[in-house]
DNA sequence: AAGAGTATCAAACGCATGTTTGAATGTCAA
DNA sequence: TTGACATTCAAACATGCGTTTGATACTCTT
């Protein structure tokens, strides 16, 4: 690529470091932490295959600095603390459409989904750090939305199952998306197909949840 | 091991292969295709390494025999075609019940489960087989249930949209086991929460379906 | 008893991986 | 200009993988 532009200063790339975060973040969400190599991480980012244990001292290393850079960009493009803003089932659809962008979206924003969908899979040392940063506090925001619908006279056990049943819709067309792809072809994950699916995705626990909140009421 | 015990007849054991298929499925359900060894597997069967590519001329082909005896075995031991008989309420709690089982149960009968969440995942050569001779029936089973509770009047895609709303409460308990594991530990997988958690996502799915319907015939 | 066929084994092979090395190049203060 | 420092690079290294090899032991037929 550009070697020969350099005209004077620098030594061409002081940034070896951003692209290669940046490309490692792209190669670990397409092939997960093992299967992706640091050569096609290098050979993608136009640099050397010494540069990351250079710069970064190892793979484990630069995975672990593109989570943290991961989680900073996530955190502002989705904020999922949007807390007792409006009634609890628009909350509710808000929620589940930015997380199921965050795993299905394209683009560098979509990478802190698709790196989270892959360390709950198969995890690496980094997993407890993630839940603590990144899962738990949305699932406690979630759980807050649940509560408020259900209303009073659910043990923690049942809140927890309406949330996980909920989280466990939208994972779905992440964690099966190969197979889902030859089961049925014709589903585009494009932006309208999301918004669609997290409407009946809301829809749908909504629906079980009012349900719970009415038998428990009688 | 018993190397001098063979006192006369055979060359010992010739249910190398049997051994092999075995302690394969065990490991393949553990760690995945790519994750597991050779040599593992050789280590735990008590075979020498080269034993593999003796009986079955390689890891792959060992794979697709062990995901071919494990239809098998779990057809037999988990019907899910016990189609029309009862109302399709009690046929969906049987239904997500068994396919729980079959996800997170332990020993050999929970193999199969396994490695389709595997394969879904992280899918091989054998992806497509599997979808046509294991996933595609199933869903074709789930899909004619939950049709019967909707009653007329929905598109294949909503009635798909329900389906995969209920198969992905289910899976998200085997997929993300290692991040419930962190955000609650205390949560046992013993056959009884089994039951009382297929029990759940049967509530929780009902509801939602029957609300649909209730809607769609005003 | 002899030879063909089968199964097992330790060792090695070829390859891909993450990592290290040592030289080469450029920058910048002294 | 010089020397210390930072960065890049091609090449080599060490390890683990799936697989192959050639010898060995055994059974069974003749």
């Given at each position: 690529?550009?070697?020969?532009?350099?005209?004077?200063?620098?030594?061409?790339?002081?940034?070896?470091?951003?692209?290669?975060?940046?490309?490692?973040?792209?190669?670990?969400?397409?092939?997960?932490?093992?299967?992706?190599?640091?050569?096609?991480?290098?050979?993608?980012?136009?640099?050397?295959?010494?540069?990351?244990?250079?710069?970064f001292?190892?793979?484990e290393?630069?995975?672990?600095?593109?989570?943290?850079h991961?989680?900073?960009?996530?955190?502002?493009?989705?904020?999922?603390?949007?807390?007792?803003?409006?009634?609890?089932?628009?909350?509710?659809?808000e929620?589940?459409?930015?997380?199921?962008?965050?795993?299905?979206?394209?683009?560098?924003?979509?990478w802190?989904?698709?790196?989270?969908?892959?360390?709950?899979?198969?995890?690496?040392?980094?997993?407890?750090?993630?839940?603590?940063r990144?899962?738990?506090?949305?699932?406690?925001?979630?759980?807050?939305?649940?509560?408020?619908?259900?209303?009073?006279?659910?043990?923690?056990?049942?809140?927890?199952?309406?949330?996980?049943?909920?989280?466990g819709?939208?994972?779905?067309?992440?964690?099966?998306?190969?197979?889902?792809?030859?089961?049925?072809?014709?589903?585009?994950?494009?932006?309208?197909?999301?918004?669609?699916t997290?409407?009946?995705?809301?829809?749908?626990?909504?629906?079980?949840i009012?349900?719970?909140?009415?038998?428990?009421?009688?």
């Amino acid at each position: 690529m550009a070697i020969e532009i350099q005209l004077g200063l620098k030594p061409l790339s002081e940034d070896t470091c951003k692209s290669l975060l940046y490309t490692a973040g792209e190669v670990f969400a397409e092939y997960g932490f093992r299967a992706a190599t640091v050569r096609e991480i290098c050979r993608r980012a136009n640099v050397n295959v010494a540069s990351i244990n250079y710069h970064f001292g190892g793979k484990e290393e630069l995975y672990a600095q593109v989570l943290e850079h991961a989680f900073r960009t996530a955190a502002e493009k989705y904020p999922f603390d949007t807390a007792g803003i409006g009634p609890p089932e628009k909350r509710l659809e808000e929620f589940i459409t930015n997380f199921m962008r965050g795993c299905l979206g394209c683009g560098q924003a979509a990478w802190h989904g698709k790196l989270m969908a892959r360390e709950m899979i198969d995890p690496t040392g980094v997993l407890t750090r993630i839940v603590e940063r990144a899962i738990r506090p949305r699932k406690k925001i979630l759980t807050g939305i649940v509560t408020e619908i259900l209303g009073e006279g659910f043990s923690d056990e049942e809140i927890e199952r309406c949330v996980f049943s909920i989280i466990g819709q939208c994972v779905f067309y992440s964690h099966a998306k190969p197979v889902i792809i030859v089961i049925n072809p014709s589903i585009k994950y494009d932006d309208s197909w999301i918004t669609r699916t997290a409407g009946h995705i809301t829809d749908f626990s909504l629906a079980a949840i009012r349900l719970m909140a009415r038998r428990k009421r009688r």
